[in-house]
């Protein structure tokens, strides 16, 4: 057998390209990734990605991904793929609660997945849309996250706005950056619409099936928005982590520019 041809990264290889990029000891970085655009052979796979941002972190940073669960939901909302009228019911009863030690995120990718498993890494305990974190304020970004208006001030999300943290996009476009939904919140705007959700969780050791409100997300224009903010502010950092295009922004002007845009631009 022919040894494998293409390019070789390894965790300090990594390490460099995320230093290169801008990430430094102390900072608080909320990650959203895709392990496939790093491309090449990845020596250590998702483990070698997170530990080089670990080790560019350091003791006084953070690291947050999000570990989100959108499968926990209503069957009568499923449209990726839908599922017959006649299972709703048997899918509502029997669908596990959420655990924050159990629950995998496998639609979140390798590396989030990987994360979350961590020795050390915490979790939020929402039913579809937790985060999990390492480092020096794990405890404080995912403490106490609010089941109803789930990604609004009592979230993660709001949390790295507070403590001016950072959000890195690794080989994925503005479409995937949760922080702009805590803009969708702030910003009024007339289209802006609730909704409510179904999970099922546990209250005081017993599974119950949740009802809870929120607004009803858009990201369509996600990406329109975040080209809009490099283009005007210039704060947005480009480099290459492996193959993967890498995004580097701060998460408070970012925020405060989407609410703006938001008003101007949402009908």
């Given at each position: 057998?022919?040894?494998l041809?293409?390019?070789?990264?390894t965790?300090?290889?990594?390490q460099?390209?995320f230093?290169?990029?801008g990430i430094?000891?102390?900072?608080t970085?909320?990650?959203h990734?895709s392990?496939?655009a790093?491309?090449?052979?990845?020596?250590?796979?998702p483990?070698?990605?997170?530990?080089?941002?670990?080790?560019?972190l350091?003791?006084?940073g953070?690291?947050v991904?999000?570990?989100?669960?959108g499968?926990?939901?209503?069957?009568?909302n499923?449209?990726?793929p839908?599922v017959?009228?006649?299972?709703?019911?048997?899918?509502?009863?029997?669908?596990?609660?959420?655990?924050?030690?159990?629950?995998?995120?496998?639609?979140?990718?390798?590396?989030?997945?990987c994360?979350r498993?961590q020795s050390g890494?915490?979790?939020?305990?929402?039913?579809q849309?937790?985060?999990a974190?390492?480092?020096?304020?794990?405890d404080?970004?995912?403490?106490?996250?609010?089941?109803?208006y789930?990604?609004?001030?009592?979230s993660?999300i709001?949390?790295?706005?507070?403590?001016?943290?950072?959000?890195?996009?690794?080989?994925?476009?503005?479409?995937?950056?949760?922080?702009?939904?805590?803009?969708e919140?702030?910003?009024q705007y007339a289209?802006?619409a609730?909704m409510?959700?179904?999970?099922?969780?546990?209250?005081?050791?017993?599974?119950?099936?949740?009802?809870?409100?929120?607004?009803d997300?858009?990201?369509?224009?996600?990406?329109?928005?975040?080209q809009?903010?490099?283009r005007?502010?210039?704060l947005?950092?480009r480099?290459?982590?492996?193959?993967?295009?890498?995004?580097l922004?701060?998460?408070?002007?970012?925020?405060?520019f989407?609410v703006?845009w938001?008003?101007?631009?949402?009908?």
């Amino acid at each position: 057998m022919e040894p494998l041809q293409d390019e070789l990264w390894t965790q300090e290889n990594l390490q460099a390209d995320f230093e290169k990029l801008g990430i430094v000891s102390g900072m608080t970085v909320l990650m959203h990734s895709s392990m496939k655009a790093i491309g090449g052979f990845v020596a250590g796979g998702p483990v070698a990605v997170i530990l080089a941002m670990e080790a560019c972190l350091g003791d006084g940073g953070t690291l947050v991904m999000p570990t989100h669960t959108g499968d926990l939901s209503d069957p009568e909302n499923w449209r990726n793929p839908p599922v017959n009228e006649s299972w709703w019911e048997p899918i509502r009863k029997g669908m596990p609660a959420f655990t924050a030690d159990l629950t995998p995120c496998f639609n979140m990718g390798m590396i989030n997945e990987c994360f979350r498993k961590q020795s050390g890494v915490v979790r939020s305990d929402h039913p579809q849309v937790s985060f999990a974190a390492w480092g020096a304020k794990k405890d404080s970004m995912t403490a106490d996250h609010s089941l109803a208006y789930c990604l609004s001030e009592q979230s993660p999300i709001a949390r790295l706005y507070g403590d001016e943290g950072w959000i890195l996009l690794l080989g994925v476009g503005h479409d995937r950056n949760t922080t702009l939904h805590l803009a969708e919140y702030r910003a009024q705007y007339a289209g802006k619409a609730e909704m409510i959700n179904k999970a099922p969780i546990w209250i005081e050791g017993k599974r119950e099936w949740a009802a809870f409100a929120d607004i009803d997300f858009c990201s369509d224009d996600f990406e329109q928005l975040g080209q809009a903010f490099e283009r005007e502010t210039g704060l947005i950092r480009r480099g290459k982590v492996g193959h993967a295009e890498a995004q580097l922004m701060p998460a408070k002007p970012l925020v405060d520019f989407a609410v703006e845009w938001m008003e101007s631009h949402r009908i």
